[in-house]
């Protein structure tokens, strides 16, 4: 048990609350690593606030010191929220980003969460009651989009028509050999569109690296063998965290066009790039609209309705990023047909890193198995590789 603070002591800050009493009683009780750093970035955002931000923002010095756990009222939140939204501000890694709705929210929603625990166990007065804060209203979220097969057949084939990226630094690109593989291991793995096309100079790509050879699962607790190979790598969104990585089974259909595009592109060595493009946003997706117009790929408008009842209806696209809820709704959908569920939020990665690293192990054959029968759509899968893979566990 914390030992309550008395009277006349001083109250922590909420820096010190956090880090002395919160976080080990924390980390005893087992919280994830995952919220564990969002309630660090949270009390990382407050203490740069307090010390440097609410004077940079909004031009007024704070009024106290060192602000104590007793000044985190709802009045200060509310000012806290009113003048980081929207605006760049560092985090715990040293980069600045511009702070979301649903980011501000977390960090809101983990200050409640460390306020409550100091009531809890006495630091601070129960009379003062659970702090809450009103959060800022999120913009309406773009639609999960799942492209049916037909659509995924006809954008695959369009591919013939795509004529960038046409080099990478010196060396020559084939346009639809570079389109034909990337739509294929969007539709299988589901991963994030940079984690395979970046555009941003700051993330990392998939290398060549990834593509592991033939034999036993490279992960660290990995025991079944693929005969084609292994795709290993850590996504940009959880590597700050966690490097524990995603090792996902080479299948026929990424086998043969990762291989057709190795042919055409030739890469110098295995740190290149898998699919090398410049870095430009608008190449990419200006390419990927051709696509989509010469496959006629357009999903049906979305219905809604006014404050009086009327329908409207508004236009939609197909977004790259569209194939990472495509991949994982076919592999949940055929996993569910060989005995096994929610394969699919493991194979594109949806679960925590933490969760993720202590039970891949119970879900490599749940994997192995889904994504080595994993039908696909016409024309994709070479005649020759039907058959799926044969199973073999080592060990």
Known sequence: MIRPIQPHQTLHSLDDYFRLEFLPEAIDRGLSNDRIGELKQAVFRWKWWTEKGRESLTGEKDRTVSPGLGDVTPQALSEFRRSVIGQEIPGRDGKSRKVSPRSLNKTLQAIEQILAAAVEDGTLDESRGLVRVRKVPQPRQIGKLVIPDETIAAIFKACDVATWPDSAGSKPIDPPSFWRAAVVMFATYGMRTQDLIRYEPHLRPIRWSSIRPAGINPSENGSIESPLGWLAWVPNKTRGRKSFPLCLPITPAVGHWLGRWRESFAPDDQSAALFPCPLSKDGVYGQWR?????????????LEFDADGNVEESSREYLIKHLRCTAGTRAESHGSTIGYTGVGRWITGHVSNDVFERHYHGQE??????LTTLPMPTGILPTDTQSPMRLRVVG
């Open 290 to 302: 051709r696509i989509l117009a010469e496959a006629e790929a357009k999903p049906r408008p979305r």
């Open 365 to 370: 054959r749940p994997i192995f198995d889904t």
